[in-house]
């Protein structure tokens, strides 16, 4: 699954904890030049930062090493799980959090993230979004899901799914605690019309593939109810329209990624592929 990697460093870090239980905190990137700043920034408070690039063409690497950031270069993408994996195997710290080079820690999810480790509990931590949409924080927005970001590094094993990957666990003796940091990431989602086209095709052309895989029928039929009722959703229930023109934007451009999802899934079935780009 993986293959060596080139490793380029950052200034040497402090020295390693020996008081304490340790932070690793791990970053995706490929030609994040104009997030990678920020997000370094976010996650300095960590006694280890990571990036594990996937082949950029810009200065992401040279900013994130600027930074004093970790950097690992694997340029043959093979997704999301392989490239978290990856990471995984460069963690040193106690606990790892998982951070994606367009998101941003605030400090008070920064105290909570502390708080945790302090704690030295066993556990996995699951964190909400707050969504800025195109140039936008929308503030009324409701978080879809929680997502598990945060884990004793000595729990995890891999990572699985070519969308929406998620954690494979090692065998553990007794159930896993799950908690919920209260404070939420600042997700910079969707900046431009363009940039949301283009995260169009990567994750309606991912899941499309990946519901091939389940065995699973398309069409345009079942693409429009799946789109409607997302639409629906996220819109009305989770209250996206109260972010004006923004919040419809980042609800309509979900909705269109479920509806080709099941169109490619019944016209592009036998081209399907789990190695889309990002």
């Known amino acids: 699954m993986s293959t060596p990697s ?23 990137t490929k030609n994040e030049a104009h997030h990678i700043e920020a997000c370094v920034r976010s996650a300095a408070f960590a006694d280890q930062v990571i990036v594990v690039d996937s082949g950029s063409t810009d200065n992401t690497v040279a900013l994130a090493q600027g930074l004093g950031a970790e950097v690992h270069l694997y340029p043959d993408w ?23 080079a367009d998101e941003l820690i605030t400090p008070a999810l920064q105290a909570q993230i502390e708080a945790a480790v302090r704690s030295g509990e066993r556990a996995i931590w699951a964190i909400e979004w707050s969504v800025v949409a195109y140039g936008r924080e929308l503030k009324y927005f409701l978080s879809q899901s929680r997502l ?20 494979v666990l090692k065998p553990q003796d007794q159930p896993v605690p799950r908690h919920a940091f209260k404070a939420r990431l600042l997700h910079y989602s969707r900046e431009t019309v363009r940039g949301s086209l283009e995260k169009l095709t990567q994750y309606a052309m991912l899941g499309a593939a990946k519901r091939a895989q389940a065995g699973k029928r398309g069409g345009v039929l079942r693409g429009m109810a799946s789109a409607f009722a997302i639409f629906l959703r996220l819109y009305v229930f989770r209250l996206g329209f109260l972010g004006g023109g923004p919040g419809f934007l980042f609800c309509y451009f979900i909705a269109l990624e479920c509806f080709f999802r099941y169109a490619a899934l019944y016209y592009d079935r036998e081209s399907l592929s789990q190695s889309v780009g990002r």
Do not use: K, N
């Open 78 to 100: 093979q997704g999301f799980a392989v490239q978290r994996t990856r990471l995984l195997s460069h963690a040193r710290g106690d606990y790892l959090f998982y951070l994606d």
């Open 148 to 167: 598990d970001r945060m884990f004793r590094r000595d729990m995890l094993e891999r990572y699985e799914g070519v969308v929406h990957e998620h954690a």
């Open 6 to 28: 080139s490793s380029v460093s950052g200034p040497v870090a402090a020295a390693w904890p020996t008081d304490r239980p340790s932070l690793t905190i791990g970053i995706l």
